[in-house]
């Protein structure tokens, strides 16, 4: 396992009662993880960056792990993880794994350029993933990553027309409520506005249905899509947790992503998923340089009318960090969009507040 | 200022960064209550018990309060509220301050029988209260509550239809939004069930309004209505703080009491209060017996469908004490009541979880 993308590794539950319970560690060491987590109800996680492994210990030793070390190791490999979604019938782009820049050469002739080389393991947000134009960028590419624990992967070129998420929440008995398709727009491979609706195929859900069967997830799984060109649709990775795509559900449907990923890793029943607005739109909030953690513009953000504000309380802004969103719903989505855009945009981080 | 009627006097705040602060201390002390607030943006209260006086020494101290210390000294003795009240212009059931018996019988012959005998100070959900109903009980209903510091005074017996309440938040620049009106079902005193719509006339609003200007409140003030069998509006009473029949507008409103309360007091602009949706009924979730902080019947209360359970997260239940809440929404009142009262009835506590 590659050091964590995080740069503290700290536990930290939310306890029946009130006041948190906090441990400073190593979080793939699995003697802190079974000491931290020994007497809680269940353990769960909100990213997908803990090792199987510990995971694994911390089910040995008798602890309700949800989503399962199982889970856990078939996603965490991305190499895994396609492999899982191919064995289940589900249409991704050609992969396979690459050591060399003439295995690289050899996959750009099977799979045509350009290609998307990978790290199998830790990234996230665009982070240990490379586009390879063409052979003469295959040997400098390999090298980018060298020294990368855990081995590289390689994935023909999508040429998608859009990109689509759906988020579904399954349980122990295998029940799955699914949220309907959003659009997701990136920038700079990161998640940057969220819509619903989306006009996508019914599809979408299926297939998003179905990776979770596939993974045996309980609890929220994240599908990201590429919608083609022909209109057929391919799974581009899948996050086994509450996912950025899915956050305008606090505002915009019955019961939000984060209660039915509690209720499900508490074996509690799922609660409805059905949108109670026509239109919602997310935008994410990100800092545009170092500063502080509180941002300039938060009573002109608040002054755009119907909009959700969140701010996650981080300490310090650094250039390109997510530090919250904004969430609009209403009735029309070009309208919608436009409030949530206005009150992102008013909300400035790294020029002191 | 009589004893808190809170058993525990603890400061504590959410910081800006996660992790908060606490103090252990008494609330009316000025001194701890400085030291407490020292480099906050702003001290507001989730009660009105804490002495005006030591809010009024942290305003000395150069603190933003809000609600401010003259507020809270108009509201927290019940006679003075009631005073502020009647010299606003707004219809109050008659009062008077006494002390003796023969004060009590002398109302009783003024105002009619019976009498409501309140303290000025301390009581909520009916304690403190004490119905009078005769000149023969004006004797023993004073010797009850020999030894409370603080006074006593009496009301008139309002003959009401029903009781009713608005909620309304407003800013330093004197702007207030104003929720819809609710029906409120009271049971042993207790708030037991709110209802969205009620069909209240519109002056339940301005009567709302105006109180709020009247109190010259900054954030969000509860204003519990009468309406009498004429249909006429009085004020039973007020308080300078999100509200047990506010709850619902966290599911039902654009933007919840709670957040309009915080927009407030930190001199942000206020939200959108307009209903989200056609009904909303919330019933509080009070402990049967006296048991552990955790219900049984989790899972049935969750299987019924579009219901928002908040549990308080409470250590021990006590018989009678508040545990907390379900809201419920929808587009037919009856339907949304008979889902809220069904998720609430089906959560237990005091017999073990």
Wanted: proline fraction near 7%; aromatic fraction near 6%.
């Amino acid at each position: 396992m590659p050091p964590s993308p995080f740069s503290n590794a700290r536990l930290s539950v939310r306890r029946r009662s009130p006041g948190a319970r906090e441990t400073a560690g190593d979080w793939d060491d699995p003697e802190t993880l079974v000491r931290f987590a020994r007497d809680l109800d269940v353990l769960t996680l909100d990213h997908e960056f803990v090792d199987a492994a510990a995971l694994a210990a911390a089910e040995a030793a008798g602890l309700r792990v949800r989503p399962s070390a199982a889970t856990l190791r078939r996603i965490q490999d991305k190499l895994v993880q396609k492999e899982t979604l191919a064995a289940a019938g589900l249409a991704v782009a050609p992969f396979r794994p690459v050591a060399t820049a003439a295995d690289l050469v050899a996959a750009g002739a099977a799979f045509g350029w350009p290609l998307v080389l990978k790290l199998r393991r830790g990234g996230y947000d665009g982070r240990g993933n490379r586009v390879v134009h063409n052979p003469t960028e295959a040997a400098p590419a390999i090298a980018a990553f060298a020294g990368k624990p855990g081995g590289l992967y390689v994935e023909g070129w999508a040429a998608f027309r859009r990109e689509l998420a759906v988020m579904v929440v399954r349980d122990d008995a295998g029940q799955i409520v699914a949220y309907p398709p959003v659009l997701t727009v990136q920038r700079d491979n990161i998640c940057h506005e969220v819509q619903l609706p989306c006009g996508a195929a019914d599809e979408a859900v299926t297939i998003a249905r179905r990776a979770a069967e596939a993974f045996a997830v309980v609890g929220a799984l994240g599908v990201e899509l590429f919608e083609l060109m022909d209109g057929s649709i391919l799974v581009n990775e899948v996050a086994p947790r509450p996912h950025n795509s899915g956050h305008y559900t606090i505002e915009a449907c019955v019961t939000s992503q984060f209660e039915n990923h509690v209720r499900a890793v508490l074996g509690l029943p799922l609660g409805d998923p059905s949108p109670r607005v026509a239109a919602a739109v997310m935008v994410n909030v990100l800092a545009d340089a170092d500063g502080p953690g509180q941002p300039a513009g938060l009573a002109e953000a608040l002054a755009v009318p119907g909009v959700a504000l969140h701010l996650y309380g981080k300490a310090a802004a650094r250039r390109g960090r997510k530090m919250g969103h904004v969430t609009a719903t209403g009735d029309d989505l070009a309208e919608v969009a436009a409030r949530a855009r206005a009150a992102a945009a008013a909300l400035r981080f790294g020029e002191g507040a």
